[in-house]
């Protein structure tokens, strides 16, 4: 358990290119990876999946780069996102199930249904979205960790 | 019922993990927006074959972070070379059928497959 705890907490930080809609989805396969690896239970690994899948695609689809911090410690999993882009105007609307501003290209990826943050909002234990209209957006989300694989 | 069994029924073809053809598959689900898989595999979706038309990298890079069991293409649609390169490195079978996903669904049911949840906001979702 202390080399467990020795090895606490560690961080990954990942870039994202809006726009590369190709490459879509890898940066989480990658967390989800990462997470397996180091025992976490697959409901929690599952959860941060979603979540980092449904941010990475937000960033792809709405800003022209992005910044993704995996943040990892014994208890809790953290992952931050910040982009430069669109931003969003009123985030409350933006989290409304449904609401979407996603063009024709982005549906025929299969997204853009305006389920992404409510999505994320229901898998993780407590999510922080801030932005700033042709600036950006910071999403912030954690899951807490209530038990491990040993 | 194992992956071989629902490729037989659908007479579908085999893709990629042709390996796997005696995975076991319990559970499944069709959808074509990333986010509808995404939300039903918030409860769980491990193993489960998700049924789809949905042509994009996006829809293997999905599977993967949830654990899917396989991916069946209906409709005669047929996944392109870096598709296939992206399922053979995740290690996830693709599958695809001329059945159209009405069809598909109600066969592999009649077959006694269950969906991953039956319907939302009864507690399961």
Same mark, same amino acid.
């Given at each position: 358990?202390?080399?467990? @705890? @020795? ?47 449904? #941010? @990475? ?22 992952? #931050? ?11 409350? &609307? ?7 501003? #996603? ?9 853009? #249904? ?24 910071? &999403? ?6 209530? @038990?491990?694989?040993? | ?22 995975? $076991? ?62 399922? $053979? $490195? ?27 949840? $039956? ?7």
């Amino acid at each position: 358990m202390e080399q467990i @705890e @020795e090895r606490y907490p560690f961080y990954k930080t990942f870039h994202i290119e809006g726009g590369n809609f190709l490459n879509a989805g890898s940066i989480s396969s990658q967390v989800k990876r990462i997470l397996k690896e180091e025992g976490f239970p697959n409901h929690v690994v599952r959860r941060i999946s979603i979540a980092t899948f449904e #941010a @990475e695609m937000n960033v792809i689809c709405y800003a022209r780069w992005g910044i993704l911090n995996l943040v990892v410690f014994p208890d809790f999993i953290k992952v #931050a996102i910040d982009d430069e882009g669109v931003g969003i105007p009123d985030v409350e &609307l933006a989290m409304k199930e449904g609401f979407s501003t #996603a063009d024709e290209r982005i549906r025929e990826l299969g997204f853009g #249904a305006g389920m992404g943050l409510s999505n994320i909002k229901k898998v993780t234990d407590e999510m922080l979205l801030t932005s700033v209209v042709n600036q950006g957006t910071h &999403l912030e989300f954690v899951i807490h960790v209530k @038990e491990r694989v040993e | 019922m194992m992956l071989r069994d629902i490729q037989k029924l659908l007479d579908a073809e085999v893709l990629t993990g042709k390996k796997s053809l005696d995975r $076991e598959i319990t559970h499944a689900f069709a959808a074509d927006l990333l986010s509808d898989v995404l939300a039903i595999a918030r409860r769980g979706a491990d193993g489960a074959l998700l049924i789809t038309g949905n042509m994009t990298h996006q829809v293997i890079y999905t599977a993967d972070v949830v654990d899917l069991g396989a991916i069946l293409f209906v409709r005669g649609k047929r996944p392109t070379e870096s598709m296939l390169d992206l399922a $053979e $490195e995740m290690g996830i079978p693709l599958l695809m059928t001329s059945y159209i996903m009405f069809e598909t669904c109600g066969r592999l049911y009649q077959h006694g497959l269950k969906g991953c949840i $039956e319907k939302v906001g009864d507690g399961t979702d």
